[in-house]
């Protein structure tokens, strides 16, 4: 299995789970989920990681899938300080003596990986495009309903059509609204 096909089965997963509950909320029937090949993307959109389908006329949802923090080590339930060029003795010690992240950490993180994708893409580009948030973390899922409160205004800024969390444990969170 190749580096993007792994990364394609962790957007897979965040998606699936993230659809069910999105058509519950919108009284959607979205069910097919297909991959954006980046070598040939639709309709020259790069920037979308995967198309959901309706049986209905609905138009397709574009989703951009993205960690919600590169940083964190999901193994270990704690957030890391290392950079990839790091050889496996540094990342091995940074894992064994990482700390539980605060949620000012976790609030200040989160918000750069959200502005980095914001200011990654244009306005037009974003408007029609789902910004979501894969979480594998084991952070409390307080921390993203804290977040939501203390960023409304920040998050319902970067011009996003919508921003989502899909929890590995089923958490799916709207934080714009």
């Known amino acids: 299995m190749m580096h993007n096909d792994v990364k ?7 998606v699936s789970r993230f659809i069910k509950v999105y ?11 297909e991959k954006n090949e980046w070598e040939n993307a639709k309709d020259g959109i790069n920037e979308v ?4 389908y309706s049986n209905s ?3 397709r949802l574009k989703i951009q899938v993205t960690k919600c923090d590169p940083n964190f080590s999901a193994e270990f339930g704690r957030y890391v300080n290392y950079k990839k060029r790091n050889n496996f003795r540094d990342l091995f010690q940074n894992k064994l003596f990482a700390r539980k992240i605060t949620l000012p950490e976790f609030s200040e993180n989160l918000k750069t990986v959200i502005s980095n994708k914001a200011e990654k893409y ?12 894969d979480n594998l973390g084991s952070q409390s899922d307080l921390f993203f309903y804290k977040f939501k409160d ?3 205004d920040f998050l319902e800024n970067t011009g996003f059509l919508e921003i989502w969390v899909s929890g590995y444990n089923n958490f799916i969170l709207r934080l714009d609204k």
């Open 150 to 152: 203390n960023y409304r």
């Open 49 to 52: 990681d995967v198309f959901c």
């Open 8 to 14: 394609y089965i962790s957007e897979f997963e965040a």
């Open 23 to 33: 058509n519950e909320k919108n009284h959607t029937d979205y069910y097919e989920i």
């Open 57 to 59: 006329d609905l138009p």
């Open 122 to 133: 244009k306005s037009e580009t974003k408007k029609d495009l789902i910004l979501l948030l």
